[in-house]
């Protein structure tokens, strides 16, 4: 019975999070309708559904998990990248912008996954800031993989080349990745609703697994490995799956991104943006999903709101970061954390006495 009770209090949370959200599109897109949103917060609606998806998907390695890493900035440039030859290569079999960028961010997905394979496999036998370094290392990789890529499309198909362009193009036919200056002429076919609907999936997905019994198995990997492994759950196996699937969602939204933006290049990845990203989970609270969706769209968005006030907007912006750093490491949050749950034991203890 109490088993049941906590599986009803689980859909009801997650049913809650998912209305959140879709009232929050409801809100935003009735603000653009009506023309009560600027321009520049217009420009920053796509990037915030991708930071979001990565704050959401990096909470699940380092918060879920419990492992530090540094590198998930090379796995969004993976999905960005791989998203945008994707959808270069069928912008003539898949005509429909929507359908093409859904393709391209589940390929993208895909290549993004597959590398969080190659790279969990030896690195997850690793743990703090071994793995940290280890993986700090495999982001500046994939940068400085991405700037000696060629590749080009033509009437035969892709070509592909390292270091320099060793291929000529047919008749017709144009560069796709430039090497070190990257992709220009990016058909931008990224939207604020395709942007939402990631959001949903990734919280689908991060949420049911969170809660199911692989995800208390992650959870306790997390807590006690040793204690973990007597009761036979496999560490490894554990480890790997929840570094894939994060792995996966970074290259999706990656995919998002860059398909925002005419011109890409592998700096936009770099490991400034692990750090940026990084900060929104421990901002948020590692393991808090929400925290991670708050922290993301409000520290992607504040440095705009006080762009008015010029030169003391990231002096502004660095004390509300401290402060929301105590108001996290204090005991505030836990007490305003066991006020709401005392709060909805109390209900649930009201409504089963009527």
């Known amino acids: 019975m109490k088993q049941f009770?906590?599986?009803?209090?689980?859909?009801?949370?997650?049913?809650?999070?998912?209305?959140?959200?879709?009232?929050?599109?409801?809100?935003?897109?009735?603000?653009?309708?009506?023309?009560?949103?600027?321009?520049?917060?217009?420009?920053?609606?796509?990037?915030?559904?991708?930071?979001?998806?990565?704050?959401?998907?990096?909470?699940?390695t380092v918060g879920i998990l419990g492992e530090l890493s540094l590198g998930h900035a090379g796995f969004m440039s993976v999905g960005a990248f791989?998203?945008?030859?994707?959808?270069?290569?069928?912008?003539?079999?898949?005509?429909?912008?929507?359908?093409?960028?859904?393709?391209?961010?589940?390929?993208?997905?895909?290549?993004?996954?597959?590398?969080?394979?190659?790279?969990?496999?030896?690195?997850?036998?690793?743990?703090?800031?071994?793995?940290?370094?280890?993986?700090?290392?495999?982001?500046?990789i994939i940068k400085n993989i991405i700037n000696v890529l060629y590749i080009g499309l033509d009437e035969n198909g892709l070509h592909f080349s390292i270091l320099q362009q060793s291929f000529t193009l047919a008749e017709g036919g144009r560069m796709i990745i430039n090497g070190p200056m990257g992709v220009s002429g990016v058909e931008k076919i990224s939207s604020f609703t395709s942007g939402f609907v990631l959001i949903l999936v990734t919280l689908f997905i991060i949420l049911n697994l969170v809660h199911s019994r692989t995800g208390r198995a992650v959870m306790s990997v997390r807590d006690n490995k040793i204690a973990a492994e007597s009761i036979g759950i496999s560490v490894t196996r554990c480890k790997l799956l929840a570094f894939v699937i994060s792995a996966v969602f970074a290259g999706m939204a990656g995919t998002l991104y860059a398909m925002n933006f005419?011109?890409?290049?592998?700096?936009?990845?770099?490991?400034?943006?692990?750090?940026?990203?990084?900060?929104?989970?421990?901002?948020?609270?590692?393991?808090?999903?929400?925290?991670?969706?708050?922290?993301?769209?409000?520290?992607?968005?504040?440095?705009?709101?006080?762009?008015?006030m010029n030169d003391y907007r990231m002096l502004i912006y660095a004390i509300l970061l401290i402060v929301m750093m105590i108001f996290n490491n204090s005991g505030a949050r836990k007490r305003l954390l066991e006020w709401r749950s005392a709060r909805c034991a109390a209900r649930n203890e009201k409504k089963e006495g009527a």
Do not use: H
Not at 112 to 133: E, F, M, Q, S, T
Not at 263 to 277: G, M, P, Q, R
């Open 82 to 140: 791989t998203g945008i030859v994707v959808s270069t290569s069928l912008a003539a079999a898949i005509p429909s912008a929507p359908l093409r960028l859904a393709v391209s961010m589940v390929i993208g997905g895909l290549f993004a996954g597959l590398a969080g394979v190659i790279v969990g496999i030896p690195v997850l036998r690793l743990k703090g800031d071994y793995l940290a370094i280890v993986t700090l290392a495999f982001g500046e």
């Open 262 to 308: 005419s011109t890409v290049t592998a700096s936009k990845f770099d490991f400034n943006t692990s750090i940026l990203i990084l900060v929104f989970v421990v901002l948020g609270g590692l393991g808090n999903i929400w925290g991670s969706i708050i922290a993301a769209a409000l520290l992607t968005v504040l440095p705009e709101l006080l762009r008015s």
């Open 5 to 60: 009770k906590n599986l009803l209090t689980v859909r009801r949370d997650n049913t809650i999070s998912y209305g959140i959200v879709i009232l929050a599109f409801l809100v935003i897109q009735g603000m653009i309708a009506s023309g009560n949103i600027s321009s520049s917060l217009k420009g920053q609606l796509v990037p915030i559904c991708a930071y979001i998806v990565m704050a959401v998907s990096l909470n699940l």
